[in-house]
Antibody
Framework: QLQLQESGPGLVKPSETLSLTCTVS??????????WGWIRQPPGKGPEWIGN???????YYNPSLKSRVAISVDTSKDQFSLKLSSVTAADTAVYYC??????????????WGQGTLVTVSS | QTVVTQEPSLTVSPGGTVTLTCASS?????????PNWFQQKPGQAPRALIYSTINKHSWTPARFSGSLLGGKAALTVSGVQPEDEAEYYC????????????FGGGTKLTVL
């Protein structure tokens, strides 16, 4: 069964870059039918889609975050990563990595990491 | 900015049936929005229930079903159990030149 695990610093200073990695086990990123995505959830609020990457490296980003976000994939390590630059307190959230359905493609298997809280504070 | 709207809260009695909906600011929801539904309990990650409007995951209880209803995506829970009390979120896909995904604001389902 596919398992995803987020890792990275839990505290980031304002104006710096938030960096997280998602490690996939129980399956392979390479050749997967699904998208590999990042979602965040500020305390007490609903989830917000950040962006997706396909195993080929193709990416899609939330327009509201696009200027600050970069998502990359390393199929040799079965990892994909998130970088969010110029962070502020508004970026404080639980960050999840997850598989997302690729429209029009069958065989989707949903899987989410447990989430990691990232706090932006000096 | 596309907005996906859900009922903020709903209350249902144990054993009853309840329908949660998701509407899009862009117009009527169709299967091309590939609606997904998630359940989230406090302190836990969201758990996927439904994908592609109607499809259940292997772990989705039979009492949960997805559909399109009156131009919205819908999640119906039949024979509600106390453990169904949770926050429910929908997720829509918006295609085009720059595809994007948008979550609804969530529905707090209370079983009372």
């Amino acid at each position: 069964q596919l398992q995803l695990q987020e890792s990275g610093p839990g505290l980031v200073k304002p104006s710096e870059t938030l960096s997280l990695t998602c490690t996939v086990s129980g399956g392979s990123i390479y050749g997967s039918y699904d998208y590999w995505g990042w979602i965040r959830q500020p305390p007490g609020k609903g989830p917000e889609w950040i962006g997706n990457v396909y195993y080929t490296g193709s990416t899609y980003y939330n327009p509201s975050l696009k200027s600050r976000v970069a998502i990359s994939v390393d199929t040799s390590k079965d990892q994909f990563s998130l970088k969010l630059s110029s962070v502020t307190a508004a970026d404080t959230a639980v960050y999840y990595c997850a598989t997302l359905e690729r429209p029009g493609v069958s065989g989707y298997t949903a899987s989410w990491g447990q989430g990691t809280l990232v706090t932006v504070s000096s | 900015q596309t907005v996906v709207t859900q009922e903020p809260s709903l209350t249902v009695s144990p054993g009853g049936t309840v329908t949660l909906t998701c509407a899009s600011s862009t117009g009527a929801v169709t299967k091309s929005y590939y609606p997904n539904w998630f359940q989230q309990k406090p302190g836990q990650a969201p758990r996927a229930l439904i994908y592609s409007t109607i499809n259940k995951h292997s772990w989705t209880p039979a009492r949960f079903s997805g559909s399109l209803l009156g131009g919205k995506a819908a999640l119906t829970v039949s024979g509600v159990q106390p453990e169904d009390e949770a926050e429910y979120y929908c997720l829509f896909y918006f295609g085009g030149a720059q595809p994007s995904w948008v979550f609804g604001g969530g529905t707090k389902l209370t079983v009372l």
